[in-house]
């Protein structure tokens, strides 16, 4: 059994640090994609699409904290 | 169902004298996408001889419409009768009628409102001389005496800087002194108006007041009385203008749908390709209707025309007409927002609209949750039936949220209602690992089943070798990452370069049907088929989101007294908020999974939508 503290900080980075990502990366596409938008209100639905893709980034890392969490139980 | 419906491009040439036959016979088919003909060696047709003066009666409709503010007319049924005209001559003259009515009361109106804004500026002039005593018939101008009449923003000592200069001035000023009526020689006028100048002075236009006579406060009142009766003028000749409008407003209504037809069908030709005395037209029909548009056209053209018929060839910019059963229509709107497919490839609306609710079904999963929707949308669908659509997508998708919410067990994000626990199969508190298990093994389910249609997709565009090469060889892959992985995991022993075989002959297959791009791809189909642990993901975040809210009501709750009510105030917005974010992050996730994972294995589109002359 691992340190549970280093277990649950380990978890929280895999987590954070992707969200951080994420957020960077939506950060770019989201201003892209207002100015779309103002261009053409018709490309509103696939400007909403571009803009959660790179939230792919979390998911990766949510699933990283789950098997850290996994890992340290066994 | 499955493709869109079938295309067969169409040339119809006919001489000059029966074109415009044929252009109202192709209107009223409503069946041709006509691709514009673009000037080669052979010209753009011209618009029919009628159609300036019909664009021309046409503007001056709308603008009679937009003076009136009209709207909602009734369909147009059948032409110059139910506007209620014999023939065009007619039309362009009753036209020419309305305008005339209309247009004599709306200059009474703007009249009136212009009398009504002079008042108004007179008034505001008044009022900034109220408290001066000096008569208004003062202001006029005098052989000898300059008047200042206006405002300075700094008033102090005004009157010692001024008798430094003359002696010869009288001046009037309100209390506060900022507004003054001030009387010069004049000729130490130039002087005095330098000193008002650095004052900050702002002259007012007592030009405005010509003919008034009497004190400021006097002629308030009676200009105030002179624009009261202006605004019963006023509203009287807007109800007259509004009666006016009224009693024209179906025929201007009418017309202008009239109108706008017979100008699209006169500026046909602009699309059509021509020479001294032929046109041609091509376009897209659907080849199910062909027999019916050939006779249609052949007896409009009387029998002049010649119609050819071709399939349509690699290359061709062909319209797509999507065709679905009613019940699979609203998830159109998903191809709509994305691409439109192309006619020789898989529609996967149908799919999707099996799919769509599911994901967001497990995503948003809960039953109150659901019902919440549910009647959320019904509402909106009866508020809003333009977005008639979505809105079914939503509706069904909530269904799909009560059927997950009843796997799940969960109601308003509780496993726990009454002191009963929910019946579930699976628990989102609790399973996570098994949640995130069935998230994948559904991705690896919708990818593998994208890979099949991309194979159907292929292989009727491109036979079966290259559909092998593209699309087989990523099952390939998968068969070779699993025998290691099966393997690694001990489930049975097979030797390891099994694995890594299959891995190499999928690559070389891959190398030759996408050439490097594919070998560079090749782990997106891993970070694909994981992406879909974002069912779990999404899901199990909006749970615990409503399960913190409980918690932090039912702490409230417990305390008693006045804080019940905020406990009340917590359960509601919380759960608001969290339904919003549910169905956001439901939709966003569920719509993306179909549009990267799911068609990116399949799906090309970027089709044109089949607009058909004649139709709306």
């Known amino acids: 059994m691992a340190d549970v503290g280093l277990v649950a900080i380990g978890a929280g980075l895999a987590v954070g640090i992707t969200a951080i990502a994420a957020g960077i990366a939506e950060k770019e596409i989201g201003s892209a994609a207002v100015g ?36 340290a139980a066994e | 169902m499955i493709f869109p419906e079938r295309m067969v491009r169409l040339t119809v040439i006919g001489p000059k004298r029966v074109m415009e036959r044929t252009i109202k016979e192709l209107y009223s088919l409503k069946a041709m996408h006509i691709v514009e003909h673009t000037k080669t060696d ?19 409709v709308r603008s009679l419409i937009a003076s009136c503010g009209l709207k909602n007319g009734k369909e147009l049924s059948n032409g110059f009768k139910a506007i209620g005209v014999r023939n065009f001559k007619q039309l362009a003259s009753t036209i020419k009628k309305a305008q005339d009515e209309i247009r004599i009361r709306g200059d009474a109106v703007s009249d009136i409102e212009s009398r009504v804004a002079l008042l108004r500026e007179k008034i505001a002039v008044l009022n900034e001389l109220s408290d001066i005593p000096v008569p208004i018939e003062a202001y006029q101008p005098y052989r000898t005496i300059q008047p200042f009449v206006g405002c300075v923003k700094n008033p102090k000592e005004l009157k010692q800087e001024i008798s430094k200069v003359t002696d010869r001035f009288e001046l009037y000023t309100s209390s506060d002194g900022k507004n003054l009526a001030l009387f010069v020689d004049k000729a130490s006028a130039e002087k005095v108006k330098n000193i008002l100048n ?49 009693k024209w407003s179906d025929f201007l209504l009418l017309s202008e749908r009239f109108l706008s037809m017979e100008v699209e069908k006169a500026e046909a030709p602009l699309k059509f390709a021509s020479t001294k005395n032929i046109f041609v037209v091509t376009g897209w029909v659907p080849e199910a209707k062909l027999g019916y548009i050939n006779e249609k056209l052949k007896k409009a053209g009387m029998n002049k025309i010649s119609i050819e018929v071709e399939k349509p060839k690699e290359g061709d910019m062909v319209p797509s007409l999507m065709e679905n059963p009613d019940k699979v229509k609203p998830f159109e709107f998903f191809m709509r927002l994305y691409a439109l497919p192309k006619h020789n490839e898989i529609d996967p609306t149908v799919i999707m609209s099996v799919t769509f609710p599911i994901f967001f079904g497990f995503i948003l999963g809960d039953i109150g949750y659901g019902f919440v929707t549910l009647a959320l949308f019904l509402f909106l669908l009866k508020k809003l039936p333009k977005m008639g659509d979505l809105l079914r997508i939503m509706i069904i998708s909530s269904i799909s949220s009560i059927f997950f919410g009843f796997l799940f067990g969960e109601f308003f994000g509780a496993e726990v209602v009454f002191g009963r626990e929910l019946p579930h199969i699976i628990s989102r508190m609790h399973q996570i690992n098994e949640l995130l298990y069935i998230g994948v093994a559904i991705g690896i389910i919708h990818i593998n089943f994208g890979l099949l249609l991309g194979f159907i997709n292929v292989l009727k565009a491109h036979g079966l070798r290259e559909a092998i090469y593209e699309k087989g060889s990523w099952v390939l892959l998968e068969a070779g990452a699993a025998l290691i992985a099966i393997n690694m995991m001990g489930y049975a022993s097979i030797p390891a370069y099994y694995g890594y075989g299959t891995i190499a002959a999928a690559a070389f297959l891959l190398y030759k049907g996408e050439s490097i ?63 919003g974010l549910g169905l956001l992050g439901g939709f966003l996730h569920s719509v993306r999974l179909h549009y990267v994972e799911f068609f990116g294995k399949f799906f090309e589109g970027g089709a044109i939508a089949y607009r058909p002359f004649g139709a709306k």
Do not use: W
């Open chain 2, 42 to 60: 052979i010209d753009i047709g011209e618009p029919l001889a009628k159609a300036d003066e019909l664009s021309g009666l046409l503007v001056s």
């Open chain 2, 198 to 246: 650095e004052r900050g002075f702002a002259e007012l236009d007592v030009a405005l007041l010509n003919g008034i006579k009497g004190l400021p406060a006097v002629c308030v009142e009676r200009i105030g009385s002179e624009q009261e009766s202006l605004a019963r003028k006023l509203e009287a000749a807007k109800r007259a203008k509004e009666k006016c409008g009224r």
């Open chain 2, 517 to 579: 791009r594919g070998l560079i791809e090749i782990p997106s189909i891993f970070s694909n088929m994981l992406s879909y642990a974002r069912l779990m993901a999404v899901g199990v975040a909006s749970a615990s989101l409503a399960f913190v809210v409980n918690e932090f009501a039912t702490d409230f709750f417990g305390k008693g007294g006045f804080l019940i009510i905020a406990g009340v105030l917590i359960l509601l917005i919380g759960h608001v908020i969290n339904i």
């Open chain 1, 36 to 71: 779309a938008t103002v261009e053409k209100d018709e490309a509103f639905g696939k400007a909403l699409i571009l803009t959660v893709i790179p939230e792919t980034l979390v998911i990766f890392g949510l699933v990283v904290a789950i098997m850290i969490i996994g890992l």
